[in-house]
């Protein structure tokens, strides 16, 4: 799975979230605070993704976030994870 999608996920996620949020408004580098997400939209934008990619991060990584590149990097390298441990799988 190529990052473009993993980003072109988060971000309709957020934009989905958040009131009066374009996704040709994000700029991936500010926080998801930063960009109008409350607390439960940031739940939100960070389960739902999660969900449509099916992955699961331990809240340990998610507290270390800083930005939305930071989100989608986290779930890139989830998604890479797990598709590796399933390809070793006989």
């Known amino acids: 799975m190529k990052r473009e999608h993993i980003m072109s996920?988060?971000?309709?996620?957020?934009?989905?979230?958040?009131?009066?949020?374009?996704?040709?408004?994000?700029?991936?580098?500010r926080s998801m605070k930063d960009l109008g997400a409350n607390s439960l939209d940031?739940?939100?934008v960070v389960s739902s993704s999660m969900r449509e990619l099916r992955?699961?991060?331990p809240r340990s990584e998610l507290?270390?976030?800083?930005?939305?590149d930071g989100l989608v990097d986290l779930l890139l390298r989830t998604?890479?994870?797990?598709?590796?441990?399933?390809?070793?799988?006989?």
């Open 63 to 68: 507290s270390k976030l800083t930005n939305v």
């Open 42 to 44: 940031m739940v939100e």
């Open 55 to 57: 992955v699961k991060i």
């Open 79 to 90: 998604v890479e994870e797990k598709g590796a441990r399933e390809a070793a799988q006989p």
């Open 9 to 29: 996920v988060v971000l309709k996620h957020l934009a989905d979230s958040v009131d009066g949020l374009a996704v040709e408004d994000i700029d991936p580098s």
